[in-house]
């Protein structure tokens, strides 16, 4: 079964550093979608991607989150100077028609902020 | 106002027997998704089910099943003949809106699940 593959798995980061999340979504989709969960709380959107611009952001994605599709396979997220309150998972989607089903999620890449 | 609302922050059940975990909606939007996700304590998020607003039966895939009460704003799961490897978090979801476009999942706060032997 098609998977969407998220790396680093863990990532720990010292506090102003710049990250970057990678992902691959299933080849076939076109909508690809940021996601984030901090320890303990529900997931939360932060952003949604398609035709290589951000189709809508949450309040959460400030200035200091950019997403990009460098190429035709990976969807990145790079946080410019990372704040302890950015510890959290985070997870990539992809869906193929934007219709919401199929949904597909990645494992997650929980990012440590010290 | 809470879009997706999980008002069980906890629930234990016996291994075997049914559960069913609670999930309501608030949407204006005729046309909608609701979903489930298992998330074990490794972290991922695991697709169970989904029931679309104008789906006419209710969702079953294996021993998950989805009660969809549509007029109540509800879509509950029913996990038949509980297992050890159940227990976990589980989230319900929804996305609003129209069958195009990139469209985002609202979550609730999640129900954690344990499996007693």
């Known amino acids: 079964e098609p998977e969407v593959t998220q790396t680093p798995s863990h990532q720990v980061t010292q506090m102003g550093q710049e990250v970057i999340l990678r992902c691959v979504p299933i080849?076939?989709?076109?909508?690809f979608y940021w996601y984030r969960q901090i320890l303990g709380q529900k997931v939360e959107f932060l952003v949604s991607?398609?035709?290589?611009?951000?189709?809508?952001k949450s309040e959460i994605f400030d200035d200091q989150f950019s997403v990009e599709r460098p190429d035709g396979s990976n969807f990145t997220l790079k946080i410019r100077s990372t704040k302890l309150e950015d510890s959290a998972m985070y997870f990539c989607?992809?869906?193929?028609?934007?219709?919401?089903?199929?949904?597909?999620f990645g494992s997650g890449t929980r990012l440590t902020v010290v | 106002a809470q879009k997706i609302t999980q008002t069980q922050p906890g629930m234990f059940v016996q291994e075997k027997e049914a559960v069913t975990l609670d999930c309501t909606y608030d949407?204006?939007?005729?046309?909608?998704?609701l979903f489930w996700y298992k998330q074990p304590s490794s972290g991922e998020m695991i697709f169970l089910i989904y029931?679309?607003?104008?789906?006419?039966q209710n969702a079953t895939e294996g021993r998950y099943s989805l009660n969809f009460q549509k007029a109540r704003k509800s879509a509950n799961l029913v996990i038949s003949a509980s297992q050890l490897g159940d227990s976990a978090m589980y989230f319900c979801?929804?996305?609003?809106?129209?069958?195009?476009?990139?469209?985002?999942?609202?979550f609730g706060q999640g129900t954690r699940l344990t499996i007693n032997p």
């Open positions: 989607a992809s869906t193929m028609r934007g219709r919401g089903y199929g949904y597909t």
């Open positions: 080849s076939n989709h076109l909508y």
């Open positions: 991607f398609y035709n290589n611009e951000i189709s809508e």
């Open positions: 949407t204006s939007d005729p046309s909608y998704g």
């Open positions: 029931q679309g607003s104008y789906d006419q």
């Open positions: 979801a929804m996305r609003e809106g129209g069958m195009e476009g990139a469209q985002k999942l609202v």
